[in-house]
C-alpha cells in the first residue's frame, strides 16, 4: 500500500495527501488528492474509521482541509519551479 505525501490531524479527525499517477493526452501525470476521515473505537474497543462527521468534527475537517490545501498549493508551486528551472538549463539559461 502507499504512504501518504502528507498527513495532518486534527483531534479524531486526520486528512492524507495521496500521489495519483493519470492519464491524459499529454501522457501520464501525476496529482494529488485528499482524503479525510474520523478514528473511533467501535463496540468492540477496536479502532475503525469514517467518513462521515457530526458539527463539532467540522471545524476540525475543515482545519485539516485547509492545511491539506496549502501543502497541494505549495507542492504545485514547488513543482512548476523545478520544471522552469529544468527547462531554463535546457535552454542553456
Request: glycine share 6%; net charge positive.
Amino acid at each position: 500500500m502507499n504512504k501518504p505525501l502528507a498527513k495532518f490531524k486534527a483531534g479524531s479527525i486526520e486528512c492524507s495527501i495521496w500521489e495519483n499517477a493519470i492519464d491524459t493526452p499529454q501522457g501520464k501525470t501525476t496529482v494529488l488528492k485528499a482524503t479525510v476521515e474520523r478514528r473511533y473505537r467501535n463496540a468492540r474497543g477496536d479502532w475503525s474509521s469514517t467518513n462521515s462527521y457530526g458539527k463539532t468534527d467540522l471545524p476540525q475537517v475543515i482545519f485539516c482541509l485547509q492545511r491539506a490545501y496549502a501543502e497541494i498549493i505549495d507542492h504545485a508551486n514547488n513543482r512548476s519551479k523545478i520544471e522552469r528551472a529544468l527547462i531554463d538549463q535546457e535552454r542553456g539559461e
